[in-house]
T-cell receptor, first 112, second 112 residues
């Protein structure tokens, strides 16, 4: 119940294309869903986050889509750029736990 | 604000040696965490703290120890280094439960 399943493991996208990464969870108590971006040799950095009171959140080229009934959320990167090449982690948490449950990561490569 | 800082950035240890990984934050984080990240893998929780003087084990605590004498500092101690502890270690913190978790830049540790 504490898992967050992330797919795909790796993704190759052409410059200008759309990158889509999916995550699924089981614990309905989760109410905070962040996405982290990690470049090689760096720590994960918060990219965008959503709470379940909205179905979509957009920040620039990055959008989180949230489907509460399906217990799924996804990250969409529009107009993908080579500079977006990084590893992306989804995560889930709630105010009743100290734990942040992380997905296993998706390595994105955007071809120039 | 410096955020979450970690030292050293990189260290090579011989088997059986000990060392302390330092973590300091100036973001008023009540909760602090130590994770390890192995190549191509996600984040595994080693130890966490919910406040000064209070620490507890995560998923993979064996071979490690922590202390939290102040709110700002959360050092991780390796007593008898083993090759299995070769990894990248990240310190993280958040102010409240279910809130954004901020990561340090990481410490790369190689045990030979």
């Amino acid at each position: 119940q504490q898992q967050v399943k992330q797919s795909p493991q790796s993704l190759i996208v052409q410059k200008g294309g759309i990158s889509i990464i999916n995550c699924a969870y089981e614990n309905t108590a989760f109410d905070y869903f962040p996405w982290y971006q990690q470049f090689p040799g760096k720590g994960p950095a918060l990219l965008i986050a959503i709470r379940p009171d909205v179905s979509e959140k957009k920040e620039g080229r990055f959008t989180i889509s949230f489907n509460k009934s399906a217990k799924q959320f996804s990250l969409h990167i529009m107009d993908s750029q080579p500079g977006d090449s990084a590893t992306y982690f989804c995560a889930a948490s709630h105010s009743g736990t100290y734990k942040y449950i992380f997905g296993t990561g998706t390595r994105l490569k955007v071809l120039a | 604000n410096a955020g979450v800082t970690q030292t050293p950035k990189f260290r090579i240890l011989k088997i059986g040696q000990s060392m302390t990984l330092q973590c300091t934050q100036d973001m008023n984080h009540n909760y602090m965490y130590w994770y390890r990240q192995d190549p191509g893998m996600g984040l595994k929780l080693i130890y966490y703290s919910v406040g000064a003087g209070i620490t507890d084990k995560g998923e993979v605590p064996n071979g490690y120890n922590v202390s939290r004498s102040t709110t700002e500092d959360f050092p991780l101690r390796l007593e008898l280094a083993a090759p299995s502890q070769t990894s990248v270690y990240f310190c993280a913190g958040n102010r409240g439960l279910g809130e954004t978790q901020y990561f340090g830049p990481g410490t790369r540790l190689l045990v030979l």
